[in-house]
Every structure is written in structure tokens, then in C-alpha cells.
């Protein structure tokens, strides 16, 4: 990722690591989806970065009070990514 130092990637590899080995110790499937894919299907591509936050509240409007701040926009991709392996991936 651009603007990262080493020691932000070395953590960010390493955690990423860590969460392979937990599921491959469970025997849990790991699908690696890239951005581009998920926001296609949702049609966020060249979105600003908050257009998933709304996009989850406007189809779930029951949990809009845990996606209230800009700073959920985390939170509303990951709920985004988890739909998008429901719709097009579970079969």
C-alpha cells in the first residue's frame, strides 16, 4: 500500500499470517477477493469512501446506529465483502 512504512507493512503481513493459520487450523476456506471485484458488484467503484457506509444502511436501515460515523466506513465494507461472498461465491 502507497504512504506505508516497513513497519506498518511487516504488521500488517504478519497479522494477515496469523489470521491464515487460525483458519487453516479450523479448516476454514480463505477467498481472497480484490477491491475492484466487490465494489463492481455493488457499483462503488470510483465511490467516495463513505458510498459503502451508505450502501449498507440503505439495505439493512435496522443496524444504521453501529454505522453512524465516517469511521464505520470499515465496518460497512466488511459487511459489503460478506454480502458479496453470500450473493455470488456460496454456491
Known amino acids: 500500500m502507497p504512504g506505508q512504512g516497513v513497519t506498518g507493512m511487516f504488521s500488517f503481513g504478519q ?3 496469523v489470521i491464515k493459520g487460525v483458519c ?3 479448516k476454514l476456506p480463505v477467498i481472497l477477493v480484490r477491491p475492484v ?4 458488484h455493488f457499483n462503488l467503484l470510483n465511490s467516495m469512501k463513505d458510498a459503502s457506509r ?3 444502511i440503505e439495505t439493512y436501515p ?3 446506529s453501529e454505522l ?3 469511521k464505520d466506513a470499515n ?3 466488511a459487511i459489503l465483502i460478506a454480502k458479496y461472498y453470500f450473493e455470488t461465491l456460496r454456491k
Open 37 to 40: 471485484k466487490w465494489k463492481k
Open 54 to 56: 451508505t450502501k449498507v
Open 15 to 17: 497479522s494477515f499470517g
Open 75 to 77: 465496518k460497512a465494507d
Open 68 to 70: 453512524s460515523k465516517k
Open 24 to 26: 487453516a487450523a479450523l
Open 62 to 64: 435496522y443496524i444504521s
